[in-house]
Antibody, heavy 124, light 108 residues
């Protein structure tokens, strides 16, 4: 079965960096677009970033553009999110999620599998 | 940017009730809309994709429909396990893959 396992979260001071990872199994990772979605404590879902199945294109929410970098290593079935210049408002649970469809472009019809999340807390 | 407005933000209903949740896009997004259920402390769970396609394993009491820029999630007969928060998401064009504000469904 499909599994997505995030790691790399923790408590970090403002301005510092973290690298979040998502290890995928149970499906052909290289064939699917992948996303990061976050949720601040007690708040709604916020889409953060997406990367196409082959890593050729990357997309970011305005709130993280220039500070976060999404990447993938299809040889390792892994997705990453480099988060730099962290701010207190970046405190959230970070989820990785998989596209429903194979080989999607700059669009999707839904995200069908999600990891359990990794918590990032930005505090001095 | 295309705005997505979800309503209501809160809904109180009883077991057996039929409930509807609506998301309205400010412009056309074709069928690039999904619905998720989220329970406290858990990751979201996909219910409906492509506006009206039921995700595998999701009970048939859940359904999605679209009329122009208005999208509806319907639960035909509420079960105790359905009390949760529901989100819509539009995915027609990155980077605008935004979520609706959420609807918290509680037991009356």
């Amino acid at each position: 079965q499909v599994q997505l396992v995030e790691s790399g979260g923790g408590v970090v001071q403002p301005g510092r960096s973290l690298r979040l990872s998502c290890e995928a199994s149970g499906f052909t990772f290289r064939s699917y677009g992948m996303h990061w979605v976050r949720q601040a404590p007690g708040k709604g879902l916020e889409w953060v970033a997406a990367i196409l199945y082959d890593g050729s294109k990357k997309y970011y929410a305005d709130s993280v553009k220039g500070r976060f970098t999404i990447s993938r290593d299809n040889s390792k079935n892994s997705l990453y999110l480099q988060v730099d210049s962290l701010r207190p408002e970046d405190t959230a649970e970070y989820y990785c999620a998989k596209d429903v469809q194979l080989y999607s472009g700059s669009y999707s019809v839904g995200l069908d599998n999600w990891g359990q999340g990794t918590l990032v807390t930005v505090s001095s | 940017d295309i705005q997505l407005t979800q309503s209501p933000s809160f809904l109180s209903a009883s077991v057996g009730d039929r409930v509807t949740i609506t998301c309205r896009a400010s412009q056309g997004i074709s069928s690039y809309l999904a619905w998720y259920q989220q329970k406290p402390g858990k990751a979201p769970n996909l219910l409906i994709y492509a506006a009206s396609t039921l995700q595998s394993g999701v009970p048939s009491r859940f359904s999605g429909s679209a009329s122009g820029t208005e999208f509806t999630l319907t639960i035909s007969s509420l079960q105790p396990e359905d009390f949760a928060t529901y989100y819509c998401q539009k995915l027609n064009s990155y980077p605008q893959a935004t979520f609706g504000q959420g609807t918290r469904l509680e037991i009356k």
